[in-house]
């Protein structure tokens, strides 16, 4: 009897390895194609001491050098981006990044309030896959899945992948256990150029009011870091696309003066920056390209430093050990970039695709 239980309790073992095996097989690499999905799960190897934690959607992880904020003011910092990260999946990713460290601020870009409900599973997978199980990875799901989802394939994604087996290719296989490092702390180099031809004029829109749930997530949000006695500061990233309102703008003034926040609009400050949307973008003004990343960073690095006097952490030799191998890497990489664009005229390595106009913003 004892032989036999024992012989069963192997065999659910052997059942549930088995099973994991082929859900790491399954589940989507992000390596050569979309990049973005890679981006939320490289943080859990980091070493988790960072005076700033970004979050938001491509407006941060496109448009913030980390490591021109490290170079240039000492400033350790990360980017928990995502494409099109949804204010509740930005709450939830900040509540988990909260259990890991405390950052001496927090900055929130606001073009997701413009999303009062969720957008499209596609999207939600690039965020939540790269997520660890937790109570925040939990309460992320509920909050964006579709209608027509699931919540048992967010926690087991065999069940949503397993369909993959026509379209596996070698790259699911060497990626089986372990992927590259694909950013830089969350930033996504670019160093190709699509200049801004034209900057589209917003559409007229029924209402310009954001919705309650947007708005209670970002009181959620407030409130988490006043607890923490952290700094929310709220931007609004210099990209010209998807169209910023007006009334938007106002209603983000409006917030951050009853709450007591501090809110940019980068776009008022685009000229001072330096951006040249002729050359500082690498899709018509969605996203900045390094060149432009790295003016912005440096603009946003020097507010940082000076108006919420973060500390130089240059002279940390732990530190700068660490981030010393983070800069040859982030330069290494804009060597390679230059190399490919000089062989083949694109970048091989995105596939000599701009990213996607996300839904909603065409």
């Keep these: 009897m004892k032989k036999k239980i024992l012989i069963n309790i192997a065999a659910i073992f052997l059942a549930i390895f088995i099973l994991s095996m082929i859900q790491r097989l399954l589940m989507p690499k992000y390596m050569t194609e979309i990049p973005e999905g890679n981006l939320i799960e490289e943080y859990y190897d980091e070493e988790k001491k960072h005076d700033v934690i970004f979050i938001g959607d491509c407006e941060v992880f496109s448009n913030i050098s980390p490591i021109t904020l490290w170079e240039n003011y000492g400033i350790t910092s990360y980017i928990r981006g995502s494409a099109q990260q949804l204010i509740w999946q930005s709450y939830y990713l900040l509540e988990e990044t909260l259990k890991y460290e405390k950052p001496d601020v927090v900055v929130f870009n606001v073009l997701a309030m413009k999303y009062n409900e969720p957008q499209k599973e596609a999207y939600n997978r690039l965020t939540l896959d790269g997520m660890k199980l937790s109570q925040a990875k939990i309460g992320a799901i509920n909050a964006s899945m579709m209608e027509d989802e699931d919540f048992i394939t967010y926690i087991f994604p065999l069940l949503r992948y397993h369909s993959r087996w ?46 309650d749930n947007s708005y209670s997530y970002l009181d959620k949000m407030t409130k988490l870091c006043k607890e923490n006695e952290i700094e ?3 931007i609004k990233s210099p990209s010209v696309y998807p169209y910023w309102y007006e009334e938007w703008d106002e209603q983000m003034v409006q917030y951050a003066k009853e709450n007591d926040l501090t809110y940019i609009n980068f776009l008022d400050v685009v000229e001072e920056i330096g951006i040249d949307y002729s050359k500082d973008t690498f899709d018509g003004g969605l996203h900045l390209n390094l060149s432009g990343a790295e003016k912005f960073s440096l603009y946003f690095g020097k507010i940082l430093s000076e108006s919420f006097q973060l500390e130089d952490q240059r002279e940390n030799r732990d530190l ?43």
């Design 166 to 211: 026509s379209e596996l290719t070698s790259e699911d296989f060497k990626y089986m256990f372990k992927k590259d490092t694909l950013s830089h702390n969350g930033y996504l180099m670019r160093i190709d150029t699509k200049p801004v031809n034209v900057i589209p004029k917003g559409k007229k829109l029924p209402n310009y009011q954001f919705g």
């Design 232 to 234: 929310l500061i709220l």
């Design 320 to 362: 700068a050990k660490i981030w010393e191998e983070k800069v040859k890497f982030y330069y290494d990489m804009k060597a390679d970039q230059e190399r490919e664009l000089k062989e083949y005229g694109y970048l091989k390595s995105y596939g000599g695709q701009a990213q996607q106009i996300e839904p909603g913003n065409e």
